[in-house]
Structure formats: structure tokens, C-alpha cells
């Protein structure tokens, strides 16, 4: 089967770094995905890696080790606006399964 | 630029009725898909088009079915709803069948009730 497992809840301060991880069992992998989902929201592109190393974006960075079966998502300089769910998902033979989502919650 | 598009945004259905929704997208994309997300949970995928003309089972096809009517609109059909089939449903487009690094764009969501 395929599965990707990733922290439920993460709280971090204002400013603060936070790295949320993923790990995943998938056949056919391409690539590992993360995307940002507000409360009632749609989610929204993040960031993709299908090589390992670190992809930076702004704020955002994703970390990608194959033969570790491993990611993650480094978010800098926390902002309120931060406070959202994060969901990594496996690029798999056309098409994305996700992970069952880490709910980030920014403090003042 | 509308992206990708829902209809329609809220709906509550009895158990057994049969409904269809719409999914559109604007970006000339090739592939579609139909995810459904439950409370507190990830996106579980339904259905896929990778390409205009063909369709392929998701994790949780059962009980769906879905027509690619042309590039742009991919719908996704309930026969008989079921309680089971309350959820908000996702469409997303994607540039190719891989993701690349272009990620997926969603529409904003339909937000089923079964009673």
C-alpha cells in the first residue's frame, strides 16, 4: 500500500522556525509535494522535490531524502498567517496521495 | 483567470438520491482528479484523468463514477448517496500527469451533507 505519516498538531511562536516532517511508503515515487490548506479553504502548492536536497521558497523550505523515505517543510520567520494545515504528498504514478495533514498553530 | 471551478459549492442530499458535480478548469490542463476530504483528515484521492479520454480508480472509488467530458470538465457522479459520501470534495488540475513543479491547482470545494 502507500501511507505517508506526519505529525498531527505543531505549535510554535511567532517569528519562530518550525520544521514539520514526513515519512512515506509509496510505490512509483516521483516526488514529494507540500501544500497549505487554511480553515475552509482549498489547499495551495507549496513546494515539490524530486531530488534530494533542500528546495527553498521564500520562508518555505523542503527537504527531500530518498533513500530515507524522508521530507520536510521548514517554515522561517513565523507570521500569524502561518497558522494552517500542511500536507505532504507522494508524487506517485501520475498522480498525488496525501498524508493525513499536520495542523500548524502560530502563537503570538 | 478563473482556474479551476465547483458547482455546486453546498449541497445536502436524502440517502439514495444520485447527484453530479461539475468541475471546470481554464489553464489547459491535461489531468484531473476528484479528491474527497473527511473532518481533520488528508485529501483521499476518488478518481483521475490523466489525459483527455481516459479515467482511472483513486483510493476510494466505490460508489462514484466520473466522465472526462472534454479537456476542460471532468464531473463525478453519485449514484445512490450514502451517509458514508458526506464529505467536502475537491477537484484539481494538473499541468501533466506529473505533478513537476508546478503542483496542482483545486477549485474551492463542495461541501456535501447525505441525511
Known amino acids: 500500500g502507500q501511507s505517508l505519516e506526519q505529525p498531527s498538531e505543531v505549535t510554535a511562536v511567532e517569528g519562530a522556525i518550525v520544521q514539520i516532517n514526513c515519512t512515506y511508503q509509496?510505490?512509483?515515487?516521483?516526488?514529494l509535494s507540500w501544500y497549505q490548506q487554511h480553515d475552509g479553504g482549498a489547499p495551495t502548492f507549496l513546494s515539490y522535490n524530486a531530488l534530494d536536497g533542500l528546495e527553498e521558497t521564500g520562508r518555505f523550505s523542503s527537504f527531500l531524502s530518498r533513500s530515507d523515505s524522508y521530507g520536510y517543510l521548514l517554515l522561517q520567520e513565523l507570521q500569524m498567517k502561518d497558522s494552517a494545515s500542511y500536507f505532504c504528498a507522494s508524487d506517485s504514478s501520475y498522480k498525488l496521495i496525501f498524508g493525513s495533514g499536520t495542523r500548524l498553530l502560530v502563537r503570538p | 483567470n478563473a482556474g479551476v471551478t465547483q458547482t455546486p459549492k453546498f449541497q445536502v442530499l436524502k440517502t439514495g438520491q444520485s447527484m453530479t458535480l461539475q468541475c471546470a478548469q481554464d489553464?489547459?490542463?491535461?489531468?484531473m482528479y476528484w479528491y474527497r476530504q473527511d473532518p481533520g483528515m488528508g485529501l483521499r484521492l476518488i478518481y483521475y484523468?490523466?489525459?483527455?479520454?481516459?479515467?482511472d480508480k483513486g483510493e476510494v472509488p466505490n460508489g462514484y463514477n466520473v466522465s472526462r467530458l472534454n479537456k476542460r470538465e471532468f464531473s463525478l457522479r453519485l449514484e445512490s448517496a450514502a451517509p458514508s459520501q458526506t464529505s467536502v470534495y475537491f477537484c484539481?488540475?494538473?499541468?501533466?500527469?506529473?505533478?513537476?513543479?508546478?503542483?496542482?491547482?483545486f477549485g474551492s470545494g463542495t461541501r456535501l451533507t447525505v441525511v
Open positions: 509509496t510505490s512509483g515515487f516521483y516526488g
Open positions: 484523468s490523466a489525459s483527455e479520454g481516459t479515467t
Open positions: 489553464m489547459n490542463h491535461n489531468s
Open positions: 484539481a488540475s494538473s499541468e501533466e500527469g506529473r505533478n513537476s513543479y508546478y503542483g496542482y491547482t
